[in-house]
């Protein structure tokens, strides 16, 4: 079974679109504090832009009003980390997203296993535990890693963000290099 492939941090349409179309499987669009953060407005922008496209709606210590606006988008889950609003998981299925969570939380659809500062590229001891839900596998991945991540863990998926960067900034080649370690390390005999 392939790996499924998040590319996080998507900041422009013409970024969403390169990265869908060279095999993505989600976007994350980062709408708290970060290097990476956008605004509602440009979330709904790349969204409307890139209509074919799985999106994450991510955000750190999220409060009330940002976690319904959330909800709102067009997005097929909401990514949460550190504190989050009360049956943030029910409410999200509630309005028929995927609830992506940070922790073993049973009603999570999937479970991400960040690094300790998400989208920082430090890397982390990867470990996929035996759990009920699809595990995803962050924290420092890059081209680099990728391939033997995928080939010994076999995580459900893979999440990145600062690996496919160049000097801050998401580079399309990094992103097609990326999406093809998964592919090798999903091919390799384990």
Known sequence: MATTIKICGI???????????????FLGLVL???????????????????????????????????FEEMLALNVKAVQLHG??????IARAHGVGKWAIATMLEVQADIVLLDGVVPGSGVARTWEKPEFTRPIWIAGGLSVDNVRAVV?????????????????????PELIRRFIQEVQYGDNASA
């Open 32 to 66: 708290t504090a970060s290097r990476r953060q956008i605004t509602l407005e440009q979330a709904k922008a790349i969204i409307d832009a890139v209509p074919e496209g799985q999106f994450v709606a991510v955000g750190r210590d999220v409060d009330e009003p940002l």
């Open 151 to 171: 080939r010994r863990l076999r995580p459900d998926g893979v999440d990145v963000s600062s690996g496919v960067e160049k000097e801050g900034r998401k580079d």
């Open 11 to 25: 900041r422009d349409e013409g970024l969403a679109r390169v990265a869908h179309n060279l095999g993505a499987d």
């Open 83 to 88: 504190r989050v609003p009360t049956r943030w």
